[in-house]
Each structure stands twice: as structure tokens, then as C-alpha cells.
């Protein structure tokens, strides 16, 4: 927690942000456009019981909640990595 | 009110916004109760629709008189005292305009898969937002985003490009907004048209003026309550009423079966052709699949480089609370993103099965309010009435007597206004839909508005021009500034220019080629230069821009000596205009044409629509910073610590600003 700050605590943390930046990139990008590119093949499979079909599905819906859930997800784990570096703020 | 009480009383203000909201949403719901009442007692829609607007334009500028400040970073950004959750509320209220509210479903309608592009694109550019750019700005602690990139970039020059693309990007959309507001305005309370703009700019300046950045704030969350409440409520009474489950979202899955279930009806029984049905499906129809995955990342993109935006997570207390701020921001956004398919798909379903198909005097007589101001048309005539359309339809010839899918013409605003009649709802659900693309219309622009201002007074006349200013002539000079620029957004927009829709798409690209590369180099990339940012940003907002002008006002120009060629039909591969024919036509070489001429907007580069020019720039952009940071020698050991410092949420904002 109490991390002193050091050239080399700085560059760990920055690191650490740098490859979580990346990680969330990624699966931004497969929401945004790979699983779209997809949608064909998709749409012959149909949602049982709502009757969507999931390329379509996951156009209107999916790839929205997976935004979401994105989000909360990050602010989460970039506050995990300040605070192991001590650059967190005070709460 | 005596500035030391109201810093207080603001820890109590803060406390107690959940009260203060929870008691306004409470009494906003038993508003539409006793208006309901009001309706049973036969007061005439005339008079509720008033009562509707005008209620809650005054709530909305008595929040902004009762916040009004005279200090600067309360003007600037809200004293950053505003909580993520309800930042979030205000960001999805800023972020919303007329176009989502009004306009979305009407698009999906219309393009059925391929309209879910702008769903995608103006969702998912908030990840960019957090993880790359957000948060960063809020350290640094700004008050406009010229403030960095003066800061970051060496100065006045960099500051000067910055308010050139934030005021290219902004005016444009707000005079939408405005635009927005009269539609609503003289559609449901029958003003003029321009009478109505002028209205709605009143209650803009009463929001924005006197309280700057804290006044939008707090007025942009009682919009987002209206806005929310106003579209989710007739489509949970529709979806209540055909499938007995008040999740529009999920029985839309079964209106979507039914609509492909009906196509194909259609056209065995001959109401359609091939041609004109479009399944709602079905991708890359209406737009190629370069054009589709385009619009999606430049409006993603955009949304990270739109100035009014990024400077609604100034205001909050922490980088923490900014992070988790763009979460909530999206999740309000979201609540009503993923609603708007299921408007589409209910209207739909209702205009195949009660409409077309129909027997000429049996249809369903809710389009013909919307057929007498113009919005559906049967038969090439305004369907105003049963006679009306039969007249029509009996001018042409072999017309077999009932409605077909290519007699039936719809303006696509009228799908979230006629839901609530289609759905057979009281008229005060009508009138609270109303105010809802009222309060879409007035937040967007608030909070344009307060960007341009801001970036005129804070970056042209404060850093520019007098560096001396005293508070009282800041605070001045950014009131007046504010009502100038939105007179001057009214009279554009009462001239109703005929790109005023596009002109929204083309913001997002502008934003996305001018600010994007710059931004994130600058706090990704610390080897980046002054110089570097600032070619890159020239020329990437110049390209973009470039290819805008040209395919839309010089499309002549453009084939004949920038090598542009016709775009394509997406369903068929066909070129839209036969250049070599329109460029013998004697009006080829037309500047600044209307959109009837035959080239404007349909020739390009690559099959590139030019709403998608910032796939252009942005590249470029990025590649000049690159290449012109590596031949100049590295930003001083002064600017990397900065950098770093940004990149720490701990310790104090890099700018100070004297207040």
C-alpha cells in the first residue's frame, strides 16, 4: 500500500495500467466489431423462449451490457492497481 | 445569497441529492397523475400539452436561477464536487440530444440491422473515454480541453487549434439541438416553427447563464429523470398490454420473429416487392460493411474527442469518481439505447400488420394526425384522412385498393411520438413524451452552448487576449459570450438549413480526426512534441474536414481533379450516380449545391461515406504526430515529469487555477 515514490514503483504502475488498458482494447474491440462481423452466421441461431436472433441480439443488446459491465469492471480494477502502488486517492 | 453560505451549505446540498431528487422525481410522477385527471375531466390536449412543457421548463430554469454563482470554478466545473452517480445522470442528459430521443428508433425503423451501427457507436466510445483519456484530464485538472492541450503542447498556438475544432464541432450540433427543441415545440403545442426556437432558447439561457457549469449540472439531472420516465413509459404499457410483461426489451425478441415472419407474407401476397422490402434483419443493406464498421468507430471515437463531453468529468471530485462516473454515464445511456430497438421493432410490426395490407378504408386511423402535418404518406399524398388516401391511391393506375409497402411513406420522427396512439394511450402520455424530447433537446444544448462559451471566454479571451482579467469581467465576458453564441445557434437554426441532421454524424468525425490523436499521444506517449501535436492535429482535422467539403459542396471538384468516384448501392454493388453522365450535366462543376444535385454526398474515396471522414484523419493524424515527434528532439525532462504526474491519481490537479 505505502509504496515509496520511486522511478521504479512508478513504471511497475504504469505498466500494470498500460497492460490493463490493452486487455480492455481487446475485448472492446470484439464487442464492438468482431462478433458483428458474424452476424450472419449468428442470426440462424434464435434465442430460445425471446426469439431474438443473436446476431441481431447481440448488435442491440449484448454487445451494449458487455459496455457496461466493461466499465464498472475497469474503474474497479485501476483503483486496485493505484492503490498497490500507493497512487490511489484518498477515500 | 452571500457566497459564504452557499459553501456551507454545500456539504448539506450534496447530502441531500437524493432526497431533493427522489422528492422532484415523486412530484414530477404525480404531475402526470393529476394531468392524467386533468384529461379524464375533458380539459383539451391543447391545454395539457402546455401545461406539460411549460411546467417543466420552469422547474428546469428555476434549478438554474436557484444555482446561479459568481465564482469560477463553480462556473467552470461545478466547484468538482459532483458525485460519479449523479455526474453519470448529467453526462447521459448531455449526451442524449433530440436525435437519440426522437430520431433512433425512427432510424432503426427505417434501416432495421444497419441503424444498430449509431446504437453501437454512441455506446461504446465511453470505454474510450474511461480507459484512455477521461480520467487523465480530470488530473490534470483543466477546465476546458484547450487547457491541456496548451499546456501539454507548448501554448496558444496548440489552445488556438483546439477552440477551432471544439467550436467546428459544437456550434454545429447545438443548432441541431435548437432545431430539435422548435420540431418538438411547434409539433405539439402547434407553435411556428420559429417562434418555437426562440422559446426553447430562452429556457437554455435561463439554465445556463446564470450558473455556468453548476447550474447545467444540476438542471441536466432533473432533464435526464423527465427524459428517462418519458420514453420508457409508453413502450412498458405497450409491452404490458400485447405480451403481459413490462420488459419491452425482452418481448421485442417476438415482434422481431413476427416482422420476418410478416415479410415474407408480404411478398407472396405481392405488397411488396424485393426491392423496396428491406429485412429488418438482414445486414449491410443500407450501408457496406466499411461503412457500417466506419460509422461505428468514428462515432465511438468521436464520443471520446467531443469536448462537452470529456469536460462533464471535470467536475467531479476524484479520478476515482471520474472512472466510475463514465460507468454510471453509460449506464443511463444505456437504459434508454436498448429500449429504442424495441420501438422500431413495435412500430413495425403495427405498420405491417394494420396497415399495409390493409383495405384502403380500414386503416388504423392513428396516422392521420401525422398524415395532416405531412409526417406518413399513402399513395405519394399526405394521408390525412380515409378519403384523402383513396383519392390518392385511385390516381394510380393498377393500384389494387389496399396498402402497399411501397405506397407507405413515414418521417421517422413519428415513431416515438405516435407510440403512445398506436398503443390506443390517454393523450397525457402523448404530452409527457413531449417533454421529454424537449428535455433531450435543451440538455444537449446546455451543455454545447457552455463548451463553446467557455472555450471563447476561458481559453480566447482569459488566456489570449487578457491575462489580467479580474473575475467579475471573467465571469462577464463568458455570460455574454454564452447568449451570443446561442442567438446566433437560434437564427441558424431558424433558417433550417437542409444538412442539420448530418451535421451531427459530421461533428463526431471532426472531433475524432481533430482532438483524438492528439489527446491520447499526449497522455500515452510522452515522447510526443509540440510540434508534433500540432501538425498532427492540422492535419487530421484538415484532411477530415477536406473530404466533407468537398463530397458534400464540390463534388465536381472532387472527381475531376481529386480522383473521387461514385459510391455504391450496399445492397446491389451499383454505383449510385453515373459520374461520367452527371459530369457532362451543365450544373457538374456547381459549388455549394443543394442535396438534389446529383453528385452531393454520393462520390468518395474508397466507397467512404463522408460521414466517416475521421476514418481518414484520425490515421493520418496519428501517423503525422508520430513522425514529426521523432525527428524534433524530446519535450523537456519539465513536461515528461507532468506527464507522469497526470497519470497518478494521487496528489494535486497540475493546473491551479487563481479563483
Known sequence: MNQPDTQANQEAHWAKTTRLMFIHLGVWLFFGYIIHMFVVPLNKIVIPILGFPLGFYMAAQGSLIAFVVMLFMFAKQQDRIDREHGYAEDD | MATSKSYVSSGDFIKNLGRMYGTYTGGFLAFIVLLALLELAGVPNRVLGYLFVFFTLAVYAIIGVMTRTAELSEYYVAGRRVPAFYNGMATGADWMSAASFVGMAGTLFLLGYDGIAWVLGWTGGYVLVSILIGPYLRKFGAYTVPDFMAFRFGGNFARGIAVVVLVCCSFTYVTAQIYGTGIIASRFLGMQFELAVFAGLVGILLCAMLGGMRAVTWTQIAQYIVLIIAYLTPIVILSTKKYGIPIPELTYGQAIADITAREQQMLAMGLATVANLKPHISPFINYTPLNFFGIILCMMVGTASLPHILMRYFTTPSVREARQSVAWSLFFIFLLYFSAPAYAAFSKLEVYTNIIGRDLTEVRPWMFQWGELGLIQVCGKNAASIDAIVAACKAIAGHPGVVRLQDFVINTDVIVLSTPEIAGLPYVISGLVAAGGLAAALSTADGLLLAIANALSHDIYYKMIDPNAPTIRRLTVARVLLFFVAVGAAATASTRPSDILAMVGWAFSLAMAGNFPALVMGV????????????????????????????????????????????????????????????????????????????????????LNNINCGLLGAPLGFLVIYVVSLMGPEPSKEMQAYVDEIRKPRGRTILEEKS
Not at chain 2, 458534400?552 to 450516380?577: D, H, Q
Not at chain 2, 444535385?597 to 466507397?607: D, L, Q, R
Open chain 2, 524 to 607: 500515452w506517449w510522452k515522447r510526443t512534441t509540440s510540434t508534433g501535436a500540432i501538425a498532427g492535429m492540422i492535419a487530421g482535422f484538415g484532411l477530415c474536414l477536406f473530404y466533407l467539403v468537398c463530397t458534400r459542396y464540390f463534388p465536381g471538384y472532387g472527381v475531376a481533379y481529386f480522383g473521387m468516384s461514385s459510391l455504391t448501392n450496399a445492397a446491389t454493388g451499383a454505383p449510385l450516380v453515373d459520374i461520367a453522365a452527371a459530369m457532362k450535366l451543365p450544373n457538374a462543376m456547381e459549388m455549394w449545391p443543394t442535396l438534389a444535385h446529383p453528385m452531393a454526398n454520393k462520390v468518395g474515396w474508397f466507397n
